[in-house]
């Protein structure tokens, strides 16, 4: 598990999902730069570098963040092989807005 800081680049619509024991809870993914990321608005590939597309679960869910924001965030990292491949998971364990008056 990893804190950081980050910069918020999107965040989508939290959804609705069923949990395994049935009940329902909130998820969203959030799209994180690292702080001082490389952003190079000319070229379409670059906008989005040392980025990480992470989840995040339940009452975390319900916050709403902005493009921009800059938040410090916990990501739990888990790994599994499904199918013949391996995948990766990065889930928000904790997140929390830090005061963009500072720039």
């Known amino acids: 598990m990893i804190t950081k ?21 909130k998820k969203r993914q959030i799209l994180l730069q690292e702080h001082g990321g490389y952003n190079n608005k000319d070229s379409e590939s670059q906008k ?21 924001e800059l938040v410090v965030a916990s990501l739990r990292f888990a790994a599994r092989y499904y199918e013949g491949q391996w995948y990766q998971d990065i889930t928000i364990t904790d997140i929390n807005k830090i005061n963009n008056n500072i720039f």
Do not use: H
């Open 48 to 68: 989005v570098s040392n980025c990480l597309v992470c989840t995040v679960f339940g009452n975390l869910a319900q916050c709403s963040l902005q493009k921009n």
């Open 5 to 25: 800081i980050f910069r918020v680049v999107a965040c989508s619509e939290a959804s609705t999902y069923k949990t395994t024991n049935g009940n329902e809870s």
